[in-house]
DNA sequence: TATGAATGAGACTTCATTCAT
DNA sequence: AATGAATGAAGTCTCATTCAT
């Protein structure tokens, strides 16, 4: 049994890298199972479809966001502390499953339906997240856009594209967060 | 001639529908010459492949962007009125060819090399415009990449998939910008 | 347009060859079109799948063997000579298209539902058409089924698998009904 | 022993079930180890292939049937009687297992080489065990074909497809048979 | 130019069978 | 004997592209 744990965990692993080197329409089954080193049979005794483990691995994202953010959503701290650290989690969560985030961030916006719609959940769990988080201030709706829109950015661009070290952009974002937030009351 | 143009023309915009509707992937050839109207054969008279008409479209917006950016980048007015009004031309040039923005921002990040790079080049080239016009103020890195990351966002959720009003979305991007150069020097 | 009847009927005729040779489930599409001498993309242009071409096929037989069945319905002619001519017809019929007869008759038992069904619905035909036929006979219930029976045995067997002539079968057939309607009121 | 011939009786009766439902080619052999509450693997300590277990069942009925023939084969009474006792066994064995008769009525027509043999040698068999029982008749060889017509027809739709009385049915064949002897010498 | 039938490479998926435990 | 994960051959079907008319 452990034996077929780790023969589904070899295919999750092995698609996470394919799918972020190839993007999902371009990965094969065959190629998921070549560099898992299994055979092609192997694949559907674990997952019905190509789609199927895709999901499997957006939902990986998925659960890492939505739970941070329901951890944060409860806390009382000071605004802009709880700003850093929830920044600072989500950026690292995010750092260490590169790979992930990267289908997560790369290959969800092109595809239909309820796919997706998963990227459009996460957005706006951010964007509830931020409005609520500065509901005392004015413009909070604004505050919360131009947030996420800049984390957004640092993420996707700054990390996962241009490869900036995450602690730098930890930083700019927090940097970014003060300039935000200075002018306002 | 003008009859082979008007072809052209048809396939492109039926492109343009489909691809907008189901992605580049999911998009048959058949899909779009279905769509135009014409047959099957006709579209390879006119393209090469399914990638070079997909190609083609995402160079109008391509183009569409560059020039304006670089129409600007020669501006020698007061800084905010300069985003003002780059951000509305910007803003409503997109939003007049939807479809053909939404292709550009949905479709091209999950396609590999050239195609992916071209979405990343404009990115680039709005932060590095950003960066030069606010090049005389302190931290102009971080302001360039947040008036960057709010701006896409805007675009991106809230008219292309929430489908605000463009002059709701530039007024408030124009207060976004605000709040970010009121605590400036 | 002749020339996409002509692929038609040559993928119809190869699957008919094919099918009555190795059987539905041993047959492959490309049998079929190797057979038709046509890629095998050309199938699936004019049928869905393989169980659709072998519907079509099994729909000749159905149609042939219905039309008749309506057509001596009417008839008012002395029994006897309705069972001669009917069965001659019949026969005959059966008898020239031999194949797809053979599909009919040995290979729709095998299968589900509606395919299976259609076997079951001629058979009834024939039953009902007899006893119609036979109604004002004494246990004309009987006599249908003996007729069905024997007729059915004749031509699955004697004819199909045994290759007897088409013509000693008809004669035996009607000797058969002259012993069973003798004895009869 | 006795467990592991309980494990081999276990898999027939699966499989007899799951073929007389879905039929030879739609069973899979993981449907009758599903179905027999055993694993993949122990299906091929018993049996060589899905072809054998399927061999298996089909001599099951050949031999049933082969048996009886012979035993009535020797028989010296009235001829009548003889078919009457003849048929009423027939029918009684084959309906007591009415899913092996199915497999073997049903699947075996639509196989290819020996398997259809095995039912066309039976088919065989019955022809001449009633050309010799009524060897002394005129048209011998026509009686024997009816009667085996009219019999297998009877099994086949009214038993197992309509689902008719086998009592009812035994009563109806021997009506028939009188019907067919009576205008004879 | 325009057509649309034809092509065939290539992807997905199934499932009978094997084999290490 | 029993297990069930793993195998991979084989089959179905799709669809971008070609080509004769």
Redesign the pocket.
């Known amino acids: 049994?452990s034996?077929?744990v780790?023969?589904r965990d070899k295919l999750i692993s092995a698609a996470v890298k394919v799918f972020s080197e190839k993007g999902f329409f371009n990965?094969?089954?065959?190629d998921i199972v070549k560099e898992a080193g299994?055979?092609?049979?192997?694949?559907?005794?674990?997952f019905?479809?190509?789609?199927e483990i895709f999901l499997r691995i957006t939902e990986l994202v998925e659960g890492l966001i939505d739970e941070t953010i329901e951890r944060y959503r409860r806390s009382k701290e000071n605004i802009r502390e709880v700003i850093y650290s929830f920044a600072e989690e989500v950026f690292y969560t995010l750092d260490r499953f590169k790979e992930v985030s990267y289908i997560f961030f790369f290959q969800l916006l092109c595809m239909q339906d309820e796919l997706k719609e998963k990227y459009i959940n996460i957005h706006r769990k951010f964007v509830q997240f931020y409005r609520e988080l500065l509901s005392e201030y004015e413009n909070n709706h604004i505050l919360a856009d131009m947030i996420v829109g800049f984390g957004e950015k640092l993420f996707k661009f700054d990390v996962l594209i241009e490869g900036r070290e995450i602690k730098d952009v930890i930083d700019e974002f927090k940097s970014g967060i003060d300039i935000i937030l200075r002018g306002i009351r």
Chains 1, 2, 3, 4 share one sequence.
């Not at 299994?38 to 674990?46: E, H, K, N, P, R």
């Not at 019905?48 to 789609?51: A, P």
Request: hydrophobic share 25%; proline share 0%.
């Open positions: 049994m034996q077929s780790s023969t990965t094969k089954v065959s299994v055979a092609q049979g192997t694949f559907y005794i674990y019905r479809s190509k789609e």
